[in-house]
């Protein structure tokens, strides 16, 4: 038996974006319900993924999948490949406009819905050990009061090991699902398969299930993927080379003006950084046009291209 890869584009929407019983597994294991009461119980509908706004001179964006339970609350669920600067800013807009979006005018605001984003990152983005982080408008100095309406999970899957997290079983299970279920699987573990839900999760990933054309989209994704991972990884690697050499001009001349040695020493270093700096921001910025004007080429959609490289859909089109 061979088995997709559960966090490409193609299998992830198929899992989560088409069985309801899975995505209420899903998000009950992973989102932070701090009782049974709050545990979603059943998703009355499938909402679009392109978040289109009533105003057609304003933006649109895609998310993976977007459904709401019987109490009307939102629930947005994204697989991102790798983690970009811009990514958090494009997940705050994205479950606002489906916050705002649940008003008519002339509506109550007491009508408005919890919006629940939940992200997993095929990538890291921050120095902590922990792979988990919950985000919510919180007063930080003294009340410690939420405003309640928007909470955002990132899970960090390279950060993720299995071990014995006691209540959170349903929550490594479904994370065990994503990272140890590939193209190189042939018997799945059975802790996995001996639960209902993950195991009708890894029937939908068996190759069989899927046509020859999704298998071609399938195996296109993770060409851009690697196509990006490579240009982004040159980028760094020029950005780093040519901030080392500004940086060490600019410290030198900044060394003669201060000194023969002290200053020289000093100079060299601050310079070497602020030049290594900007000549990272700088190359970085350049691959990431490049990257995206190939992508585009290839026909991938701007909302991709987009995770790929951190630029902007305007940024994008424009090119």
């Avoid at 095929?122 to 909470?151: M, P, Q, W």
């Avoid at 018997?187 to 639960?195: D, F, G, S, T, W």
Wanted: charged share 35%; net charge negative; proline share 4%.
């Amino acid at each position: 038996m061979r088995y997709l890869n559960p966090k490409a584009d193609l299998t992830f929407k198929k899992v989560f974006g088409e069985h309801p019983d899975l995505v209420i597994s899903f998000l009950n294991a992973l989102l932070p319900f701090e009782s049974p009461e709050e545990e979603i119980t059943d998703v009355i509908e499938y909402l679009n993924p392109e978040l289109v706004p009533k105003n057609p001179l304003r933006k649109d964006s895609i998310v993976d999948v977007r459904c709401k339970d019987r109490q009307g609350r939102q629930f947005i669920v994204e697989m991102q490949m790798m983690w970009t600067s811009a990514y958090k800013q494009r997940i705050l807009f994205n479950a606002s406009k489906a916050y705002v979006s649940q008003l008519e005018q002339g509506d109550d605001y007491e009508l408005l819905q919890p919006v629940y984003s939940l992200n997993i990152v095929n990538d890291t983005f921050c120095d902590s050990t922990e792979y988990y982080h919950d985000f919510r408008i919180v007063e930080i100095a003294e009340t410690k009061e939420v405003i309640e309406g928007l909470r955002f999970i990132f899970v960090e899957l390279p950060k993720f090991t299995p071990k014995n997290y006691g209540d959170k079983k349903m929550q490594v299970l479904w994370l065990r699902y994503l990272t140890e279920i590939n193209e190189k699987t042939r018997e799945v573990p059975q802790e996995l398969m001996e639960n209902p839900e993950i195991s009708k999760a890894v029937t939908q990933l068996e190759e069989s299930a899927f046509s020859e054309a999704q298998l071609l989209g399938y195996e296109k994704f993770w060409d851009m993927v690697s196509t990006a991972k490579m240009h982004i990884s040159s980028a760094l690697r020029d950005g780093h080379e040519k901030g080392f050499k500004e940086g060490f001009k600019e410290g030198r001349e900044e060394g003669r003006e201060e000194g023969r040695k002290k200053g020289r020493e000093e100079g060299r270093e601050e310079g070497r950084e602020e030049g290594r700096e900007e000549g990272r921001e700088e190359g970085i910025k350049e691959e990431r046009l490049k990257n995206a004007r190939s992508l585009k080429q290839l026909g991938i959609p701007t909302d991709i291209i987009a995770q790929a490289t951190g630029l902007s859909a305007d940024e994008i089109l424009a090119l």
